[in-house]
């Protein structure tokens, strides 16, 4: 199989023009403007709580990848990604792998302490990983050394340890996670009541192995709503914020910075299950139905994509072989069908939008206009925030979202499976090679239209214009350790007694 | 019923007629004026509801006409006419610009009637708005109710379009609205007892969750689903009462307003709801106040209605009990005379008529008394007479006689001693009879048997009825039997048949028929005696048990007399009818039982002068 790094370096090698340009850009920068130490940066995010504990997360859930962000700031993983597909090392320092790619050794790097003052070492590595491992893996460790052992070939497994939840941590027991990471958690404030913000306070972590950070504190205030965090960030009081992809236009219309990240989310349909040709039918009629271009050109201004596939281009690499235009002969042929008339005339189905938010509502509303034009009874039923991605109730649609914080294309189908309850409609590998599986997977479960994509969405960030060296991964992890804030009040020297970031390096 | 009651009743019976009507009166007066400022109270609200809706449409139409004539719109509508325009940028202007001019509902449309941004259903933009092209002049149309399809349903909006030009012929479609609803209803102002509900007519039948009113919270809505379904079938106005529960007060009555949409369809209905409490409670006063009422000037009237009966009655009383005292032969009977007016006048004529009955009477009694004295002298002298004169003729023989021979003489003496002794004994019996008569003997009671001492009776007189020589009388006997037997004493019975009888035969010189019938009676027996002689005259029958009266030449008038008597000791009665040459009938009618065995004491010297028993008289008047 052909990794994510893979297929990113062989596209920086087609394009070696846009890769100098890159430097030559950064370089121009750098000698324009030099780092500075201090600082607050104020970052509101939308979700209301946020755990850093990776324990706790759940995958594809929109608040996963806030709580990856926090823990970011707070924890390192063994590897990283690097935006030219490059595997940089984190607190392992070399890996090998047996030719089956079912033994991974890693060494981890020496010297490292935690928050709270423990060293790094394998067992803490072992530890960390133990509950965050999948199925059919373990872990064990020897001095500095940790070996991570798969059932089955993991070629990916640096993509699965470079994201998601594969934090080291120290678990002292006493409900407090120490990390290795830029920033230490001096403060958390969680929300007790639904509709009011939480407060999370990180302090600069002078002893980080990579250096201490540019920033002295960052500040974090979650669940705020889309307008407010706008409106913060207009008037100076936040310096980086999600940004709803309903106002991206009216920041971009008021010269605010906006980063915008790959598509990571993903709005799609969970179809009803039955194995009768009827409820085929029926899937394959609302699947025809969906006007996905008019839900991202329109009802999203523009600001997602229509989604033929499960898996986003970046992550998967095929999603271009999907069409998004519907099969007009096989409509058509489907609206001519007495048995899709008698079946839509029945009794109305059920559009259940349990995602949270008024954009998953209005692409409910959407889809249940489109079934109808196709004279498909769909009416959209409450919000059930308990059942989020349970599978779908007899002649029941549901309308899902999932966020994909993995880098690992097949671990992320597979999560995606899973959370979905839709069968492995592989078929059968032969001699056909990992990516063509996956695809062919894939293809398999569009056509079995248990699962219908609607748009795909990026991750919007609003930034103040005193950010600087904001470089996040394009998938939306961020690298706060490296910006710094552009204002009078800070110092281009570092603390006494502490490294500077660009030493450690 | 007394003169006094049915005085009472009457005064009473007018005074409850006159409260009841007066009462009545006041109660039917009192509520159709009520009723009539009710209906005007909810006449006023349905009015008030008519210029909160008209202007709510004007202020729809003002708002809508604001957004229309803004900078903004008009630069969309620009940017929108262009080729090629990008009318996603605009998808959410709807939201804020309803936001800015308070608006429920918010659409903007393309000129080819494409959905550009909608509030209420974003989902929609991108869809076809069909009917806007219906209409050309909407500029200047006024605000209508619409059913405003949403993702979670339908709603009632009051709304509004207008456009305005882009240019290169293309028109921006500028649609808002306001939602009616319970917010609509709350911001009516009502007066207490009364209410607002708004039932939204978006379904076919009755949907009792599309009725509301301002709190959103209406229990037993189902109840108006009558009102509901009738006004769909007749869309005008009406005016409908419901009973909620048997208690008239809580009975509410609704004016039904219909709403029309702009295809004159029913998209809604207005009820208008007055409780009816404050005027059946005022309704139920005045009902008790006037009960009140009319129950004390009931029991005034009653007071004075005794009071003026009593007043009124009282003489009359005195009247009717002067009158029963006459009745009873109290002559000198006399009331009271109080005042001058007709009552007094009516007393005053009972004391002189009373007074002139007493003189009366007493002339007559001594008229009476003089005729039968005079009657008894004329008897006496008729039945003296006749033994005297063979007396005088005889002692007159013997004068004559003395002069004669001695042997001649002691015949004569003979002769003339026999005879003094026979008429002497004439005279003993008739003495004896009139002693006879004045000492009718008490009866001693015993049972007898009538029918038995009516045969015995007739025995006696057997030989004569078939003498030779003398025309043959008949005797018939029609007698029940058994007969029961009563308590009499049998001596009297038997004598006072005797005297039937004999009345019967010298009744008959000349022959005939005696009946004699019995039969039972209503507690006692009935007993009659016919003859078939000549009869009586009317005024012979008044007198007939008259003592010492007689239509015979050689009777005393004693016999019919002690019938008479007898009857009346008996505690019976006696009658007689008589048909002129037809016979007479004598009819005894005697109870089973006397109420005491014993005889009542017997008077001993019973005088014509005294007043014979009331069943004599009566029989003696027949």
Excluded at chain 1, 282 to 301: F, N, P
Excluded at chain 1, 322 to 345: C, H, M, N, V, Y
């Amino acid at each position: 199989m052909r990794s994510i790094a893979s297929r990113w370096r062989a596209g920086i090698k087609r394009a070696p023009f846009f890769g100098f340009a890159a430097a030559l850009c950064a370089c121009a920068a750098l000698a324009t403007k030099l780092p500075r130490y201090g600082g607050v940066l104020r970052i509101e995010l939308r979700e209301a709580a946020l755990s850093p504990d990776p324990r706790e997360w759940k995958p594809g859930t929109p608040e996963f990848a806030s709580n990856e962000k926090l823990a970011a700031l707070i924890f390192d993983r063994l590897v990283s990604l690097d935006e030219y597909g490059r595997f940089l090392p984190q607190l392992a320092v070399e890996w090998s792998h047996d030719p089956a790619f079912q033994r991974w050794v890693f060494k981890l790097r020496g010297g490292v302490t935690f928050s709270d003052g423990s060293a790094l070492s394998g067992a803490e590595a072992e530890a960390a990983l133990r509950p965050l491992l999948p199925a059919g893996m373990r872990a064990s460790s020897s001095g500095m050394t940790l070996t991570l052992q798969s059932a089955a070939a993991a070629p990916d497994m640096l993509e699965q340890l470079a994201s998601g939840r594969y934090f080291i941590f120290h678990d002292a027991g006493d409900g407090r996670l120490a990390g290795t990471g830029a920033f230490i958690l001096t403060e958390a404030s969680h929300s007790r009541t639904d509709g009011k913000p939480s407060f999370y306070t990180l302090q600069a972590n002078n002893s980080c192995w990579a250096g201490r950070p540019f920033l002295d504190r960052v500040e974090i205030t979650a669940g705020l709503p889309a307008l407010k965090r706008l409106l913060d960030l207009e008037l100076g009081q936040a310096d980086v914020i999600e940004l709803a992809p309903e106002l991206v236009r009216r920041a971009r219309q008021e010269d605010l910075r906006v980063w915008t990240s790959d598509p990571v989310t993903l709005f799609g349909l969970r179809l009803p299950d039955g194995d009768g040709a009827e409820q085929a039918r029926l899937r394959e009629a609302i699947s025809l139905s969906l006007d996905r271009v008019t839900m991202a050109g329109v009802l999203l201004q523009r600001q997602a994509q229509p989604a033929a596939a499960l898996l986003p281009e970046w992550l998967s690499g095929y999603a271009s072989l999907f069409s998004i235009e519907p099969d007009s002969e096989s409509e058509r042929e489907l609206r001519g069908t007495p048995k899709l008339s008698s079946a839509a005339a029945g009794e109305p189905m059920l559009l259940r939008v349990d995602a949270p938010g008024e954009l998953a509502k209005l692409l409910g509303d959407r889809v249940a206009l489109n079934a109808r034009q196709k004279g498909i009874n769909l009416q959209i039923a409450g919000k059930n925030q308990q059942t989020h991605l349970a599978p779908a109730a007899p002649a029941e649609v549901r309308l899902f979202v999932w966020r994909f914080t993995l880098l690992s294309a097949p671990a992320e189908l597979a999560e995606l499976q899973a959370s979905l309850r839709v069968g492995d409609s592989a078929e059968p590998g032969g001699a056909k090679g990992e990516l063509q599986q996956l695809y062919a997977k894939e293809r398999k479960l569009l056509e079995d239209r248990r699962v219908a994509p609607l748009v795909l969405l990026p991750e919007y960030i609003g930034l103040s214009a005193n950010i600087r060296d904001w470089m996040p991964a394009r998938w939306g992890a961020w690298r706060l350790a490296d910006a710094w804030l552009d204002t009078p009040a800070v110092s281009s020297a570092p603390p006494s007694e502490t490294p500077s970031r660009t030493q450690r390096e | 019923m007394t003169f006094r009651t049915k005085l009472l009743l009457t005064v009473l019976l007018t005074i409850l007629a006159s409260v009841s009507v007066v009462a009545y009166g006041v109660t039917y007066y009192t509520k159709a004026a009520f009723e009539e400022m009710d209906g005007e109270r909810t006449e006023a609200l349905v009015s008030q509801f008519k210029k909160e809706y008209a202007q709510r449409g004007e202020e729809v139409v003002q708002q809508v006409k604001n957004i229309a004539d803004s900078s903004v719109t008009l630069r969309m509508a620009i940017d929108l006419a262009r080729p090629n325009a990008d009318a996603s940028i605009y998808f959410n202007d709807a939201k804020g610009t309803a936001q800015d001019h308070n608006l429920d509902f918010m659409q903007f449309v393309g000129s080819d009637g494409t959905l550009v941004s909608s509030l209420q259903y974003p989902a929609r933009v991108g869809y076809k708005v069909d009917w806007l092209a219906q209409k050309k002049d909407w500029d200047n149309s006024p605000p209508f109710l619409k059913k405003e399809e949403l993702p979670e349903g339908v709603e009632l909006s009051l709304t509004v379009v207008r456009t305005l030009s882009g240019g290169n012929d293309k028109t921006l479609y500028v649609v808002g609205g306001r939602r009616l609803d319970q917010n609509f209803l709350s911001s009516l102002v009502l007066p207490s007892g009364m209410r607002a509900l708004l039932y939204r007519n978006l379904e076919p039948g009755f949907i009792p969750s599309a009725l509301t009113d301002a709190s959103g919270n209406l229990p037993q809505a189902d109840r108006f689903q009558p009102l509901i379904e009738q006004i769909q079938k007749q869309p005008h106005a009406m005016v409908r009462r419901i009973d909620w529960t048997m208690d008239a007060a809580d009975a509410e009555t609704f004016h039904e307003i219909p709403l029309m949409g702009p295809n004159n369809e029913l998209l809604a209905v207005l009820l208008v709801g007055s409780s009816q409490r404050e005027l059946v409670l005022l309704t139920r006063k005045i009902v008790r106040i006037s009960a009140a009422v009319a129950g004390a000037a009931l029991l005034i009237g009653l007071l004075m209605s005794l009071w003026i009966s009593a007043r009124i009655t009282k003489p009359v009383e005195e009247l009717a009990e002067g009158a029963r005292e006459v009745a009873t032969g109290r002559w000198d009977t006399r009331i009271d005379v109080r005042g001058t007016d007709e009552i007094g006048q009516l007393a005053t004529a009972f004391n002189d008529m009373t007074r002139t009955l007493a003189a009366q009477k007493e002339r007559l009694l001594q008229t009476e008394r003089v005729a039968a004295w005079r009657e008894l002298a004329r008897r006496l002298a008729h039945e003296l007479r006749n033994p005297l004169f063979p007396l005088q003729i005889t002692v007159e023989n013997l004068q004559r006689a003395r002069q004669l021979e001695a042997k001649q003489f002691l015949e004569v003496f003979h002769e003339s001693t026999a005879t003094l002794k026979a008429e002497l004994a004439n005279l003993n019996t008739i003495v004896g009879r009139f002693s006879d008569f004045s000492k009718m003997p008490a009866p001693q009671f015993s049972r007898v048997n009538v029918n038995e001492a009516l045969r015995n009776a007739v025995k006696l007189f057997e030989p004569q009825f078939t003498a030779v020589g003398k025309p043959t009388i008949t005797t018939e006997f029609f007698l029940t039997e058994p007969l029961p037997e009563i308590d009499a004493d049998p001596d009297l019975l038997h004598r006072a048949f005797q005297n039937l009888v004999l009345n019967a035969l010298d009744a008959m010189p000349a022959g005939g028929t005696l009946t004699l019938r019995s039969a039972e009676s209503k507690g006692g027996v009935r007993i009659e005696v016919s003859d078939t002689g000549k009869g009586l005259t009317p005024e012979e029958c008044s007198r007939l048990f008259t003592p010492y009266y007689t239509t015979k030449q050689q009777g005393t008038g004693l016999g019919l007399a002690i019938v008479q008597s007898v009857v009346s000791d008996h505690h019976g009665n006696i009658s007689v009818t008589s048909d002129e040459d037809r016979g007479t009938t004598f009819r005894i009618e005697l109870p089973q039982r006397q109420a005491q065995r014993s005889s009542p004491p017997a008077s001993d010297t019973p005088s014509p002068n005294t007043r014979p028993p009331l069943s004599t008289l009566a029989a003696a008047s027949d």
